[in-house]
């Protein structure tokens, strides 16, 4: 990699960064498309997020990426959001645009992006039952984007804690055309997850380190080749639940390429070009992240 005077920069505003395979993704795409761009990570404290994002005006930022805990904290200090920022309430990617002498601030979202890339062309989800595992941050970009390219039949929101999924519901309650949205405790969800055509793991059970072992969904008895199974935990790839899955004959869908799907749409309103995502794909399996 090449830096010189007029080298643009990218950053990752979170805490912690050091562990991000953001910088090894951006990285490899500007390299292999010859883009005079660097991407680095920053590890920023809750006390100093507002003087992080004004610094990206300060020194010239192209942009930057906002990561856990930073994402609800940076959406009033931009000057324009996306729609899908404003929805899910949060912000994942900030564009830098200048104009007339001043830069603007652009604040955008784009997890629901990425998450369905991969379920991109399936007609037949469109108008199904459709069932997510967590309410959390992750959830929203999921909720989102279900309900905004699919219009589900019934969307069955299945939290521990039933009051934040809720919540959850009652926001995106203004996209919910079909009253789609409900929310089952986890020994009421059975019924749902065996009429869902697609059911999508938010939660962190299944992750590598402490709930590695663990799964969202314990009977995988109730798993049948007409689900399909997609998990945003991508390491371990694939998880339990996706092996069990799997092995009834379910489809089965990992997190990396929603984590390589919203890069690539936050490279593309950095750079203009189209991540060239074969390349980053070959880099992340040489780590030993498949998808
Ligand atoms: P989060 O905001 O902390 O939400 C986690 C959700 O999982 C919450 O609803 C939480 O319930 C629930 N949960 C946590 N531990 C649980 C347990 N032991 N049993 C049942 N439910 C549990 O986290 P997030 O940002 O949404 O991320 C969730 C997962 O998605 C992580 O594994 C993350 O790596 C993955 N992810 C992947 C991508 C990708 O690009 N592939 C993108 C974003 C996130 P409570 O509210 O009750 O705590």
Redesign the pocket.
Known sequence: MNITGTTRFVTLLGHPVAHSLSPLIHNTAFQAQGLDFVYTASPVAADRVEAAVLGLKALGAAGANVT?PHKQAVLPLMDTLSDRAQAIGAVNTIVCQQADGTVRLHGDNT?PL?FLDPLRGRTDLRAAEMLIW??????RAVVYGLLTEFHPARLTLV???PA?AKVLAADFAHLDANSALRVRAWNEATTAVRGSRLLVN????G?HGR?EQ?T?WESSADFTPSHTVYD???TPHPTRLLREAAARGSAIIG??P??VG?AAASYQQWTGQAMPTDVVFAALADLGFTA
């Open positions: 856990i997890d990425g967590g309410a959390g941050g992750a959830a939290a521990r804690t934040k938010t939660t962190p059970l992750m709930f663990a969202p945003l935990v991508y997190g990396l929603m984590l919203q």
